[in-house]
C-alpha cells in the first residue's frame, strides 16, 4: 500500500450512468490486475475504493458508476485536480494460474479489472476468451478496448439488444482451464455453479478503511472469517460459501 497525490488527467462520460477517470502519479504500488485504490474526495469523511481498470507507468484508469454522492461527486470533477490516493490495495488476480485457455467473465461495472487482467495475459502471449455481459446495448462498456487488445468478446444482453440475449452463463459451454469473474452477485454464483474448472473471484462489499484495519467488511468463507479489503478481493471458487 502506498499513500500519494494523484492529478485528474481525464474524466470522460461513457454512458449516462457511466465515466472513465484517469489520474496520474506513481503507480509502483499496484502489482497485479484486480487490486484497488481507495479516494479521498474533497468534503468526504471515507475513502472510496475503486478497482483499477488498467494502469501504465504514468498512471491508472478507473470505471466509475454513478450510484452514490460520492461517485456523483467525483465524476464532476475537472481535470488538473489533486486527489490523495491509496494504492495498491487488495488482493489482486494469480496470473499464474490462468493455464492455456483461460476464460474472463464480467457484468455490468464488473468489467473494469478485467481489462487490465486481459492486457497481462496478453503479454505473456495468452489469448484468453472474454465474455461480457450487460442490461442492453445502451449499458456496453470497454469493448473497443478489449479490440484493441486483439480479442474478441463475446457478449450478452438481458434484453437481447446486443450479442446473445440472456445472462453470461449462456455463453460459458466452451472449454477452458481456470476463469477469472467479477460482476454482481447472483452472477458470480452462477459461473461458479456452472463451471467445471477452478477460478478466482473479485467480490464487492461496502468498505471502511479499506486495508483491513476497521474489519467491516468481513466475510465468511470456506477458511473462516476474513477481509475482502486486505484478503480480497480475489478469492479463490473453493473457498466462497454461497447463502440463500
Same mark, same amino acid.
Given at each position: 500500500?502506498?499513500?500519494?497525490?494523484?492529478?485528474?488527467?481525464?474524466?470522460?462520460?461513457?454512458?449516462?450512468?457511466?465515466?472513465?477517470?484517469?489520474?496520474?502519479?506513481?503507480?509502483?504500488?499496484?502489482?497485479?490486475?484486480?487490486?484497488?485504490?481507495?479516494?479521498?474526495?474533497?468534503?468526504?469523511?471515507?475513502?472510496?475504493?475503486?478497482?483499477?481498470?488498467d494502469w501504465d507507468g504514468k498512471g491508472f484508469q478507473l470505471l466509475i458508476e454513478?450510484?452514490?454522492?460520492?461517485?456523483?461527486?467525483?465524476?464532476?470533477? !475537472?481535470?488538473?485536480?489533486? &486527489? =490523495?490516493?491509496?494504492? $495498491?490495495? /487488495?488482493? #489482486?488476480?494469480?496470473?499464474?494460474?490462468?493455464?492455456?485457455?483461460?476464460?474472463?467473465?464480467?457484468?455490468?461495472?464488473?468489467?473494469?479489472?478485467?481489462?487490465?487482467?486481459?492486457?497481462?495475459?496478453a503479454e505473456r502471449g495468452v489469448r484468453p476468451h472474454v465474455i461480457l455481459g450487460?442490461?442492453?446495448?445502451?449499458?456496453?462498456?470497454?469493448?473497443?478496448?478489449?479490440?484493441?487488445?486483439?480479442?474478441?468478446?463475446?457478449?450478452?444482453?438481458?434484453?437481447?439488444?446486443?450479442?446473445?440475449?440472456?445472462?453470461?452463463?449462456?455463453?460459458?459451454?466452451?472449454?477452458?482451464?481456470?476463469?477469472?469473474?467479477?460482476?454482481?452477485?447472483?452472477?458470480?454464483?452462477?459461473?461458479?455453479?456452472?463451471?467445471?474448472? !477452478?477460478?478466482?473471484?473479485? &467480490? =464487492?462489499?461496502?468498505? $471502511?478503511? /479499506?486495508? #483491513?484495519?476497521?474489519?467491516?467488511?468481513?466475510?465468511?468463507?470456506?477458511?473462516?472469517?476474513?477481509?475482502?479489503?486486505?484478503?480480497?478481493?480475489?478469492?479463490?471458487?473453493?473457498?466462497?460459501?454461497?447463502?440463500?
Amino acid at each position: 500500500m502506498k499513500q500519494g497525490m494523484f492529478t485528474i488527467a481525464e474524466n470522460s462520460p461513457l454512458t449516462e450512468r457511466f465515466s472513465l477517470l484517469r489520474l496520474e502519479g506513481d503507480c509502483a504500488a499496484i502489482e497485479r490486475p484486480g487490486q484497488f485504490v481507495a479516494l479521498m474526495l474533497p468534503g468526504l469523511f471515507l475513502r472510496r475504493p475503486f478497482s483499477v481498470c488498467d494502469w501504465d507507468g504514468k498512471g491508472f484508469q478507473l470505471l466509475i458508476e454513478q450510484v452514490g454522492k460520492g461517485t456523483e461527486l467525483l465524476r464532476s470533477l !475537472p481535470v488538473g485536480q489533486e &486527489l =490523495d490516493v491509496l494504492t $495498491g490495495l /487488495g488482493k #489482486g488476480f494469480d496470473l499464474s494460474r490462468a493455464g492455456e485457455r483461460p476464460l474472463l467473465i464480467g457484468g455490468g461495472s464488473g468489467v473494469s479489472p478485467l481489462l487490465a487482467l486481459a492486457r497481462r495475459l496478453a503479454e505473456r502471449g495468452v489469448r484468453p476468451h472474454v465474455i461480457l455481459g450487460f442490461p442492453s446495448r445502451e449499458d456496453l462498456l470497454l469493448l473497443d478496448d478489449f479490440f484493441r487488445l486483439g480479442l474478441a468478446p463475446t457478449v450478452t444482453t438481458d434484453d437481447g439488444s446486443f450479442g446473445i440475449r440472456g445472462r453470461v452463463t449462456e455463453a460459458m459451454d466452451i472449454p477452458h482451464t481456470f476463469f477469472y469473474a467479477c460482476g454482481p452477485l447472483p452472477m458470480l454464483r452462477a459461473v461458479c455453479e456452472k463451471s467445471p474448472a !477452478p477460478g478466482e473471484v473479485s &467480490l =464487492d462489499a461496502r468498505m $471502511g478503511c /479499506g486495508f #483491513g484495519a476497521c474489519m467491516g467488511c468481513t466475510i465468511q468463507t470456506a477458511k473462516g472469517p476474513r477481509r475482502v479489503c486486505k484478503d480480497g478481493p480475489v478469492f479463490e471458487k473453493e473457498d466462497l460459501l454461497w447463502t440463500d
